[in-house]
Nanobody, 114 residues
Framework: QVQLVESGGGLVQPGGSLRLSCAAS????????MGWYRQAPGKQRELVAR???????VYALSVKGRFTISRDNAKNTVFLQMNSLKPEDTAVYYC????????WGQGTQVTVSS
């Protein structure tokens, strides 16, 4: 059974930083692609960043250069470092694991506002 638990969301001012964490209960965690998605009110869920078992990464154009996804395979954890945050980054952020099919965490709220 796959379980994903996000943490690290909160309220931050524009230009600030946050670091999200996702603790995953996945056997052989290092073999799987992990990702972060977000969903703003009234909008569809969208990919933010993805990290493959190889360590290769992909980013949405809107966050490239500001966000960094990483993983600690020893701790079964994936991170999303978010810098230079903008109000349009406000959303619920979800951790995603592709283990046979998509698995999702419960989400963590990120609010960027002055």
């Amino acid at each position: 059974q796959v379980q994903l638990v996000e943490s690290g969301g909160g309220l931050v001012q524009p230009g600030g930083s946050l670091r999200l964490s996702c603790a995953a209960s996945i056997r052989n965690f290092s073999l799987y692609t992990m990702g972060w998605y977000r969903q703003a009110p009234g909008k569809q869920r969208e990919l933010v960043a993805r990290i493959f078992s190889s360590g290769n990464t992909v980013y949405a154009l809107s966050v490239k250069g500001r966000f960094t996804i990483s993983r600690d395979n020893a701790k079964n954890t994936v991170f999303l470092q978010m810098n230079s945050l903008k109000p349009e980054d406000t959303a619920v952020y979800y951790c995603n694991a592709v283990v046979g099919y998509d698995h999702w965490g419960q989400g963590t709220q990120v609010t960027v506002s002055s």
